[in-house]
């Protein structure tokens, strides 16, 4: 895994990446938040999220959703004003109501409140209804493994792509589950983040700006078969489940978007007929069960123990889910952030729509 880091886009594009300073993107994000009409704070916040994602290599869901922002809000689906508000609450659960803002900035809120309360009571758990999508599922459960805590983070989507197994139409979103578990080293936890879809849509987007063509198994055309043309599956919109046919297992990863519906969407209140996004989080702490020494001291033992396995290829040893990140978060931060040319021209266009200024130029910056 580690040699396909910031090797998304390896040679599907002749042209040349630019490499863009976190701090310039981040004043790229913020500059069309307050061309919205975003409020200074929650511009930096939501930017801060995106930055950080694609500092950690996962270029499906920072600067790249720009144009989907875009878009929303162009359409009156996002309101970029919205300040989140609590519907309810008490000592170990909380409902949050996005008010249809940009999903990071309620996230945030909530991931931060379920963290108060776990503290406190040694579980909290955060509803959001009625947001967008909020980037990447794991920057949350991070938040709080940061902490010293456990945390699983989930969102529905309202746009349907997962094809659920036997059928034809896409019915749910990819529907993202991400779980993070606090180490010795805070900074470096086991996280998990995952589509219940194959692949997220995002990677769909970027093959399609790089002019790549799809592997079989991540898309499906009308009929239920394999559609490798990223343009056409881009359109589309029909992805498989994770593990793809039901005998490879697809029948699980329907399953688990359908758990991700439930807990976000159902549960909270999230009209899908009104495109609502809605998220889930769940905090744990381990120092309501044992000692923080003993839960750290057997986390240690079972890293240690998988990364002991011999591996297939000696020059790739077993990871552990949160290593790359970790590694393309380092690697970075030195040599910036990699933008395919198409991406940084659909930047161009957004700044061009809403009137904000263009910023990246060449990445020197």
């Not at 989930?154 to 589950?177: D, K, M, Y």
């Not at 394999?226 to 343009?231: G, H, I, L, Q």
């Amino acid at each position: 895994m580690l040699a396909l880091l910031d090797s998304t886009y390896a040679g599907w594009d002749a042209r040349p990446m630019i490499h863009v300073s976190a701090a310039l993107l981040h004043r790229q994000i913020v500059a069309v938040f307050t061309c919205w009409g975003m409020a200074a704070d929650a511009a930096a916040a939501a930017a801060d999220v995106m930055v950080e994602t694609d500092l950690s290599g996962v270029d499906s869901h920072g600067i790249g959703m720009l144009p989907h922002y875009q878009r929303l809000f162009a359409e009156g689906r996002l309101d970029p004003k919205a300040a989140p508000v609590v519907l309810r609450d008490n000592p170990c659960m909380v409902l949050v109501d996005a008010r249809h803002g940009l999903g990071h900035v309620a996230a945030l809120k909530a991931m931060e409140l379920a963290i108060e309360k776990a503290r406190q009571s040694g579980l909290g758990l955060a509803g959001v209804t009625g947001s967008n999508h909020y980037g990447a599922a794991g920057y949350y459960a991070r938040m709080a493994a940061g902490h010293g805590l456990l945390a699983i983070s989930l969102t529905n989507a309202p746009s349907p792509l997962l094809v659920p197994v036997f059928g034809r139409e896409a019915a749910l979103g990819t529907n993202p589950i991400a779980f993070a578990a606090p180490t010795a080293a805070a900074e470096r936890p086991v996280l998990l983040d995952m589509a219940t879809t194959t692949v997220a849509y995002g990677k769909v987007s970027i093959a399609r700006r790089a002019g790549k063509r799809l592997p079989e198994g991540w898309a499906l055309d009308a009929e239920g078969r394999p559609e490798t043309d990223a343009a056409v599956a881009a359109e589309a919109r029909r992805l498989a489940p994770l593990g793809g046919s039901r005998e490879q297992g697809g029948h699980k990863g329907y399953g688990l978007a359908l758990m991700v519906e439930i807990l976000c969407a159902t549960l909270t209140g999230a009209q899908a007929s009104a495109q609502e996004t809605g998220h889930f989080f769940l905090v744990i702490d381990p120092g309501f069960f044992r000692s923080t020494d003993a839960f750290q001291g057997d986390m240690a033992a079972l890293l240690a123990r998988l990364r002991g396995i011999t591996p297939v290829d000696l020059a790739q040893p077993v990871l552990i889910p949160g290593d790359p990140e970790h590694a393309a978060l380092e690697r970075r931060r030195a040599a910036g952030i990699p933008l395919v040319p198409t991406l940084v021209e659909e930047v161009r266009a957004v700044c061009a729509q809403c009137g904000a200024p263009f910023l990246l130029g060449d990445g020197s910056a």
